[in-house]
């Protein structure tokens, strides 16, 4: 008898039918003598339309009533699967965050889990239910309703799967699992049956839209092995497991892309201390990320320095870059959105020569300009211009043998 904590997307349980189909599946899983805790998001896009409904009642909402009115999605789910988990004959009970014991910093819509205290759910577990978890909401320790952050649920089924010590956090969702590279972008993308926690952090983190980046950092950290599976097949999908160190690893495994970033280029500031320093403490002082950052080598004491952020924070990081433009003695500012990010990803590469001349000759033998580069010991990610960046994953699936037959 194993632990299973399910977690089903949006689109898992978009409608009655679908929510009947889950109810089934629960069903089976305690069929075949399992204990189960179930975890689900809002129906299909109702997140989405209760942002849209905020909005009009005002472009800036408190965000204490942001996330209020945001877990009322996740509360309509829980109870209408614990009411079709009854039809089946599944004695269940629905929990909120709160509920669940789910404890969070004060940090509304994007509050960090502090603790776990799942008594509620232990003891429902004992007395032989399927608890059913509202995703993406907790309660902060000043009592507060908050939520995790979009596409939080994740992080939910991670958290309770820890706490719970369960034996797998199945993520169920629209697609089959985690795939070599997007198959819209690249129609030749395989299905991958593993990824090791090191790669899925990479992969969530370059563009990879299958898992929360938060969601495996947890799992990582606890060492819950995840299977991201579809609710519509109900295949066996992918693992995402500590890496086995008697596996052979993939050199490269996955090729992922992201357009969500625009560059700054702050040009012609002088080389001596302090400069990145203003810079960059005047962007985090606004509240921004800062991704890729590339400084050139200093001609007659002049550089320039550029660095990626997301596009919607773009007017505000230009803000910010012009507000201190003067004092570190910046020639000019500018931008571009018309950029992308390709990269590749595989625990193999830390111990093969080679992978890094074979992407970039991949690019240039494609006629690919590189105009920003950085690497963690298993990735490499090139900035390009965005109008090149479906071609780049394609190629370079093919360059690194991962094209399915
Ligand atoms: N319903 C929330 C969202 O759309 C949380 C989730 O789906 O994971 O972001
Ligand atoms: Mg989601």
């Not at 009642?57 to 829980?78: H, K």
């Not at 395989?190 to 969530?204: C, G, K, N």
């Not at 990626?308 to 000019?332: F, H, N």
Request: aromatic share 4%.
């Amino acid at each position: 008898m194993a632990l299973i904590v399910q977690k089903y997307g949006g689109t898992s349980v978009s409608d009655a039918e679908r929510i009947r189909a889950v109810a089934q599946h629960v069903a089976q899983t305690r069929h075949n003598g399992h204990e189960v805790v179930v975890v689900v998001s809002a129906m299909g896009k109702f997140t989405d339309d209760l942002i849209v409904l905020a909005e009009q009642i005002s472009p800036n909402n408190p965000d204490r009533e942001m996330d209020m009115l945001l877990t009322a999605g996740e509360r309509i789910s829980m109870a209408l699967v614990s009411m079709a988990l009854s039809t089946v004959g599944v004695e269940s009970a629905s929990f909120t965050g709160s509920q669940a014991g789910i404890i969070t910093d004060t940090t509304h819509r994007r509050a960090k889990i502090l603790e776990m205290r799942p008594d509620r759910i232990r003891e429902a577990l004992d007395d032989g239910l399927v608890p059913v978890v509202a995703g993406f909401q907790g309660v902060s320790t000043e009592r507060d309703i908050t939520t995790l952050g979009r596409g939080g649920s994740d992080v939910t089924a991670v958290a309770l799967a820890a706490a719970l010590k369960a034996d797998v956090c199945e993520i169920y969702t629209d697609v089959t699992g985690v795939f070599s590279a997007d198959p819209r972008v690249a129609p030749k993308a395989r299905q991958l049956t593993t990824v090791s926690f090191d790669e899925m952090m990479e992969i969530a983190a370059t563009g990879g839209r299958v898992l929360m980046l938060r969601s495996v950092e947890f799992a990582r950290r606890h060492n819950v092995p995840i299977h991201v599976r579809s609710s519509f097949t109900w295949e066996p999908g992918t693992w995402i497991v500590e890496e086995d160190p008697t596996m052979e690893e993939a050199i490269v495994s996955a090729i992922t892309d992201d357009t969500s970033e625009a560059k700054i280029t702050v040009a012609g500031v002088p080389d001596r201390p302090g400069v990145a320093a203003t810079l960059f403490r005047e962007l985090a002082n606004n509240g921004i990320n800062v991704d890729m950052i590339v400084q050139n080598t200093s001609l007659h004491n002049v550089t320039d320095i550029s660095f990626t952020v997301a596009k919607i924070e773009l007017e505000a990081a230009m803000t910010a870059c012009q507000k201190v433009q003067q004092e570190i003695g910046a020639v000019t500012v500018t931008s571009d959105d018309q950029i992308g990010r390709v990269t590749i990803v595989g625990a193999g590469m830390k111990s093969s020569p080679g992978v890094t001349a074979l992407m970039f000759e991949t690019l240039y033998n494609n006629g690919i300009n590189i105009e920003m580069i950085s690497t963690s010991s298993i990735r490499i990610s090139c900035v390009l211009h965005a109008d090149k960046v479906g071609d780049a994953v394609r190629h370079l699936h093919s360059a690194f043998g991962l094209d399915a037959e």
